[in-house]
């Protein structure tokens, strides 16, 4: 599976953007997508997740601002961010963890940088 990430880019603090992440293929039997960042320095964190069963999480310096959701008919997944924050500046990276070849395998997407101005 392929996953890519799209909808980054710059904006002011206070601003929304929403991000999705298309998968090549059906997401219905994905067990987890989650929405992860990177900002220059630091190490890769998880801010948003989803499972199989539409439980989600958020790390708790997105709680109440950002939103995980999906689309099975588009195969994709969104993260809504509203409220930036310059501290929320960073690569953001999908991930998949999927059944396949009786094991779970992880996919990537390639990153889509998102530049918080204040």
């Known amino acids: 599976v392929q996953l890519q990430a799209s909808g980054g880019g710059p904006v002011q603090a206070g601003g929304s953007l929403r991000l999705s992440c298309a998968a090549s293929?059906?997401?219905?039997?994905?067990?987890?997508m989650g929405w992860y960042r990177q900002a220059p320095g630091k190490q890769r964190e998880l801010v948003a997740s989803?499972?199989?069963?539409?439980?989600?999480n958020y790390a708790d310096s997105v709680k109440g601002r950002f939103t995980i959701s999906r689309d099975f008919a588009k195969n994709t997944v969104y993260l809504q961010m509203n409220s930036l924050k310059p501290a929320d500046t960073a690569v953001y990276y999908c991930?998949?963890?999927?059944?396949?070849?009786?094991?779970?395998?992880?996919?990537w997407g390639q990153g889509t940088q998102v530049t918080v101005s204040s």
């Open positions: 991930n998949a963890e999927y059944p396949a070849l009786a094991t779970i395998l992880s996919s």
């Open positions: 293929g059906s997401i219905f039997s994905f067990n987890f």
């Open positions: 989803i499972t199989s069963g539409g439980s989600t």
